[in-house]
């Protein structure tokens, strides 16, 4: 069964801490997203990435940094935390249009989250 | 990004179908329509997408109107565990980005 997994669940961090949410996938996908998920806000991504080291911009990368070293993690850096990046994180994969072959679009699959926690 | 737009809310009785609607009358030629639901306390999980046809899998069945401009999630027979927001959301996946565009989606609340 294909996996999304988030390093930690629950995390709690100061302000001015500099903080790093990992994710990895088992599933060989070229995509990986990062969302973040806010009451009455819905899901906004951050930044997605299509091959080790590439990466864009998403609807609100401000505050925010990204890392794509290995194919299988794509990592979200908070360079220093804000209270107002307080919020629930959620990571996702997907196979790239045309990889292995295919030539419909795939889904994307989630992780279950972090919810981040800034004092 | 292409639009759409579902009900905020709606309810069903467990073991009932239900239908959840969305449209998306911009919709373009080489979009994707997905469905994802997300259970409280989880991330989202995928349910079903199709470009044209109607699509059957076993969660559900999605079917797209003829114009393409709407289509509808058709959940079987409901149980408790369908309780969940509903998103649907159109992708090109021959845009620069092949990202996914969330909106508030339609919370589905199941009655025993």
């Known amino acids: 069964d294909v996996k999304v997994t988030q390093s930690s669940r629950y995390l709690v961090k100061r302000t001015g801490e500099k903080v790093f949410l990992e994710c990895v996938q088992d599933m060989d996908h070229e995509n990986m997203f990062w969302y973040r998920q806010d009451p009455g806000l819905g899901l906004r991504l951050i930044y997605f990435s299509y091959d080790v080291k590439m990466k864009e911009k998403g609807d609100i990368p401000e505050g925010y940094s990204v890392s794509r070293e290995k194919k299988e993690r794509f990592s979200l850096i908070l360079e220093s935390a804000s209270t107002n990046q307080t919020s629930m994180y959620l990571c996702a994969s997907s196979l790239r249009f045309g990889s292995k072959n295919t030539r419909v679009d795939s889904p994307l699959h989630f992780g279950n989250g972090t919810r981040l926690t800034v004092t | 990004d292409a639009k759409t737009t579902q009900p905020n809310s709606m309810e069903s009785n467990e073991e009932e179908p239900v239908h959840l609607p969305c449209n998306h009358s911009t919709i373009s030629g080489t979009d994707y329509i997905h469905w994802y639901r997300q259970l409280p306390s989880q991330g989202p999980e995928y349910v079903i997408h199709?470009?044209?046809s109607n699509v059957n899998n076993r969660m559900a069945s999605l079917a797209i109107a003829e114009d393409r401009k709407s289509s509808t999630l058709i959940l079987h027979r409901a149980t408790l565990r369908d309780a969940a927001v509903y998103y649907c959301?159109?992708?090109?996946?021959?845009?620069?980005?092949?990202?996914?565009?969330f909106g508030k989606g339609t919370k589905l609340t199941v009655n025993p």
């Open positions: 959301i159109l992708r090109d996946p021959f845009g620069a980005s092949e990202k996914l565009v």
């Open positions: 199709g470009l044209t």
